[in-house]
Nanobody, 124 residues
Framework: QVQLVESGGGLVQAGGSLRLSCAAS????????MGWFRQAPGKEREFVAA????????AYAESVKGRFTISRDNAKNTAYLQMNSLKPEDTAVYYC?????????????????WGQGTQVTVSS
């Protein structure tokens, strides 16, 4: 059974940092593109960042470029999202997802597995 478990969310002041982790089990982690998405109340789920299985290619939403960094450790079956210079508009539930394909994917419908999400709240 595939499981993706996010952790690291919480309450932080604007300008602060958080590091999210996504621990994967039940799949061959190094075969999957990993993505981070977020969903704020009343809004659709949106793409944040994704990283290729090898870690060599990444993609970011324009709204987080230069502030967020996605990475992965295939030996630990874990993906990360380092979030710096956080803004109140970054407040959302953050989800990690796994997609079995060779390219970086930014479309939620193309992802095969999803975690339960972790809340990130940025106060002004």
């Amino acid at each position: 059974q595939v499981q993706l478990v996010e952790s690291g969310g919480g309450l932080v002041q604007a300008g602060g940092s958080l590091r999210l982790s996504c621990a994967a089990s039940g799949l061959t982690f190094s075969n999957y593109c990993m993505g981070w998405f977020r969903q704020a109340p009343g809004k659709e789920r949106e793409f944040v960042a994704a990283i290729k299985w090898s870690g060599r290619d990444t993609a970011y939403a324009e709204s987080v470029k230069g502030r967020f960094t996605i990475s992965r450790d295939n030996a630990k079956n874990t993906a990360y999202l380092q979030m710096n210079s956080l803004k109140p508009e970054d407040t959302a539930v953050y989800y990690c997802a796994a997609d079995l394909r060779l390219t970086v994917t930014i479309t939620p419908l193309e992802y095969d597995y999803w975690g339960q999400g972790t809340q990130v709240t940025v106060s002004s």
